[in-house]
């Protein structure tokens, strides 16, 4: 992949406070060694971004516009040859300097999808608000509501071949509508004797669901895999607990989470791919000579939730350990060297979200070093 991006700014703009803007080219290129080797996925995409500045007194205002060009020379491909349009208008408001927090977001989206025998085209409106606030000086709670609208992408409309990525023949679908999602989500946090407490509950009602669906048949040898669309919820919660500790010359951070999703279709029948619930212990030690120790201790749960073609995803227990030393030379330059370790207990990992989670298990036990310097002019 190749990237460049051109980024500039104007200060002193007659109706706005500034005007920020960014040019970036994009080309990726992709050989996939499935079959005869002669798949090439390319990619080039163009994107330009204007941000406008409204602040005032009362409120944090943004205005932005967007476009985007994408076009895809595919070469014996899942993918045929194919173009894409995107173009937005959004909109952003907060408050300022008030003791609740109040924030609104709009977008609307003009987007095509082409190749030389189909076209795909659609509008859209988005929005989303949060509210956010404290009750007294313990307790801090953010409600939050979207109703975000997204496109199907040129691979659920058109893809028609061998992915080697997925180990499926996909098959597209120009019929898809557009994926509308309506999510609610609350999120607490609670500070007691130095203990910081935090729950997040979320519930994402998603009309006409986008999801590539396994079938009980094959074509050259894998299976056979349609984008469809149904009617879900997902919902689930993510609490954790944590607190520091003053340990020597540095201090000891203790953070003990668990986090739990569920996807299910109108029909009563689950989503595919859908994470297991995890529960993850992390210690992380910093000192005054900028050594970081850390440790994270994960056992994932077993996915018995599955879609009829799915297997299901044992329990795992996961132990990662790393050591980072930043190196201080002068007000300008840093050194830092990284030393980890993963999956030290050298278990059989299976990424249940995975399509190819049966035939390719995790990495098992690595290690490595690397080494970064940052330099500021």
Not at 73 to 78: L, R, S
């Amino acid at each position: 992949t190749e990237t460049y991006t051109f980024k500039g700014s104007f200060k002193s703009v007659p109706f706005f406070n500034s005007i920020n803007y960014s040019y970036r080219n994009s080309n990726s290129f992709l050989k996939e060694h499935e079959e005869d080797g002669t798949a090439s996925l390319d990619s080039n995409s163009n994107t330009f971004v204007f941000k406008f500045n409204l602040d005032d007194d009362s409120y944090e205002k943004r205005l932005l516009l967007q476009y985007n060009h994408t076009k895809s020379p595919m070469t014996g491909a899942y993918l045929p040859t194919s173009e894409a349009y995107e173009r937005s208008i959004a909109y952003f408001l907060r408050t300022k300097n008030k003791p609740y927090e109040i924030d609104f977001s709009t977008r609307y989206d003009s987007n095509s999808r082409d190749n030389n025998n189909q076209r795909y085209g659609d509008t859209s409106l988005s929005f989303g608000t949060s509210f956010a606030s404290k009750l007294g000086e313990s307790f801090y709670y953010t409600l939050n509501y979207t109703h975000v609208s997204r496109s199907p992408t040129i691979a659920e409309l058109f893809a028609n071949g061998v992915h080697g990525a997925t180990s499926r023949f996909e098959r597209g679908n120009n019929k898809l509508n557009r994926e509308v999602s309506r999510n609610i989500e609350l999120n607490m946090q609670y500070s007691l004797n130095d203990i910081d407490m935090s729950l997040n509950l979320y519930r994402n009602s998603i009309n006409d669901y986008i999801f590539l669906q396994d079938e009980t048949t094959t074509t050259s040898g894998k299976t056979d895999a349609s984008w469809n669309q149904n009617n879900a919820v997902m919902q689930g919660y993510e609490i954790s607990l944590s607190s520091t500790y003053s340990i020597g010359d540095g201090n000891l951070l203790v953070t003990l989470s668990r986090d739990d999703i569920s996807g299910i279709f109108d029909d009563n029948t689950y989503i595919p791919r859908i994470s297991p619930a995890k529960n993850i212990l992390s210690l992380k030690y910093e000192n005054t000579t900028n050594d970081t120790f850390y440790a994270d201790i994960v056992y994932a749960e077993s996915q018995g939730d599955m879609s009829s073609i799915e297997t299901k995803t044992n329990s795992y227990v996961d132990l990662d350990l790393g050591y980072s030393k930043k190196f201080i030379y002068n007000s300008n330059q840093d050194v830092i060297i990284n030393i980890y370790g993963n999956n030290l207990l050298n278990q059989a990992i299976r990424n249940h979200t995975s399509l190819v989670k049966d035939h390719v298990p995790m990495p098992s036990a690595n290690y490595g070093i690397d080494l970064s310097m940052i330099y500021k002019f």
